[in-house]
């Protein structure tokens, strides 16, 4: 079926869209209609963390679509019981809200953190998040988010969001008044450009929130469920923050998403919070299945020596090229270009022939990699070679362009 057979103009316009119609997918791999395949290194932006329809999840989903889909919010079912209570197992935390987006969770630990404001910080509201954080796209979390340009946007903001920098904690320490409730951070800023938090920030701010009796939340939306090399991001610091927030993975691909908080934070009451779909069984059995997976014996160890190895692939091709380096934490990763290709590279990536490739460029001097967390070796190394002949190629045009000019 040719593009122009598809009618693209029943759908709102938000982004431009290559003449691409995406048909099916296994693992890192997607083909298009016209049948050309394309190794994914989006992978729905970290949402896909066992790759495109992995059996665990299929299985899940056919043999939970047979039993009860939405029994209402109003009543226990047994897969969001079974998911809670392995989460908090897994985590520092005692108690799950269930959602459907990482923005919803967000808006949740917003909502949670003004109401123990209110109950035990006289009336605080006031959560200090960082410059080009990104925390969903409602009014409350573009307003949280530091994303350049998106105080204007839906004007007036949502107040109540003094913006802090990453990995200074004297920019935390002075925006502190009796109006703070809590601070917001992600442990790596992804659509910021893969910026991690570090180690010994982690751990002074920490500090800093008990000392003034504030709330820490880590948004964990992208770098939860195995991303970083840890279960949870704020595992590599050692720390226990006091809400956190999953979105993205927690799904595999479905739309899943938690609100998860220490049991005296957990102040809700009846009417406070609340969602259509708010841990119904299809999604949770989903859940349930990615859990499993994710805390097998050795995956989690797999997903660190995978990281590494990408890590040492991405700073070879910096070498060959001359480009600055990379970083980022587990499978979520950062090349950094030295100059603005990053929109080009993407493009040329899609479109090589006989198989593309399918890169993010959140920055235009940045490329940004979110594989499966079972991506192969083999999937690593391809991505390489392909990747070294789009920047050649990138390199090349620019030189002749600027002879010609």
């Known amino acids: 079926m040719e593009f122009s057979q598809y009618n693209v103009d029943a759908l709102m316009y938000i982004t431009p869209r290559p003449e691409l119609v ?13 049948g050309k395949r394309y190794l994914d290194y989006l992978q729905g932006w970290a949402v896909n963390c066992l790759g495109h329809s992995p059996k665990c999840i299929e299985d899940a989903i056919v043999a939970q679509a047979g039993k009860l889909l ?11 019981i079974k998911l809670a209570n392995q989460l908090t197992q897994h985590s520092c935390f005692d108690r799950v809200f269930f959602a ?13 953190a003004r109401k123990w404001g209110q109950k035990n910080k006289n009336g605080a509201f006031e959560i200090i998040t960082f410059d080009h954080g990104f925390h969903g796209r409602t009014l409350a979390t573009m307003s949280a988010s530091g994303k350049p340009g998106w105080d204007t ?14 990995n200074d904690i004297a920019s935390v320490e002075k925006l502190i008044n009796d109006k703070t409730v809590a601070v917001m951070l992600e442990p790596v800023q992804g659509e910021g450009g893969v910026i991690p938090a570090s180690r ?4 002074a701010l920490r500090a800093l929130t008990k000392q003034h009796n504030i709330l820490l939340i880590v948004d964990e939306v992208q770098t939860g469920m195995g991303r970083t090399g840890e279960l949870f991001g704020y595992q590599l610091s050692g720390i226990e923050p006091d809400i956190m927030t999953l979105g993205k993975g927690i799904g595999g691909g479905v739309p899943l998403a938690a609100l998860l908080a220490k049991e005296e934070v957990s102040c809700f009451v009846p009417g406070d919070q609340g969602g259509t779909y708010n841990g119904a069984p299809l999604m949770t059995a989903v859940g349930l299945a990615v859990l499993k997976a994710l805390t097998a014996p050795g995956f989690l160890d797999e997903v660190k020596a995978k990281s590494a190895y990408l890590s040492q692939a991405l700073n070879k091709l910096s070498e060959q090229f001359g480009m600055e380096g990379e970083r980022g934490e587990g499978l979520l990763r950062a090349l950094k270009l030295g100059s603005d290709i990053g929109p080009r590279l993407v493009e040329v990536a899609r479109d090589m022939e006989p198989i593309g490739l399918l890169i993010n460029s959140p920055r235009p001097n940045l490329l ?3 594989p499966a967390l079972n991506v192969s070796y083999e999937e690593i190394d391809t991505m390489i070679s392909m990747l070294s002949k789009v920047i050649q ?12 000019s």
């Open 100 to 112: 459907n987006s990482g923005a919803e969770a967000n808006e949740g630990a917003i909502k949670l």
């Open 153 to 166: 946007i839906f004007a007036p903001q949502v107040t109540g969001f003094p913006k802090a920098d990453l």
């Open 368 to 370: 940004r990699f979110m």
């Open 200 to 203: 010994e920030f982690m751990q």
């Open 22 to 34: 995406f048909t099916e997918g296994r693992g890192m791999w997607m083909t298009d209609h016209n």
């Open 393 to 404: 190629q990138v390199i090349d045009e620019k030189a002749a362009a600027s002879t010609a």
């Open 70 to 80: 939405n029994p209402s919010p109003a009543f226990y079912n047994e897969n969001m």
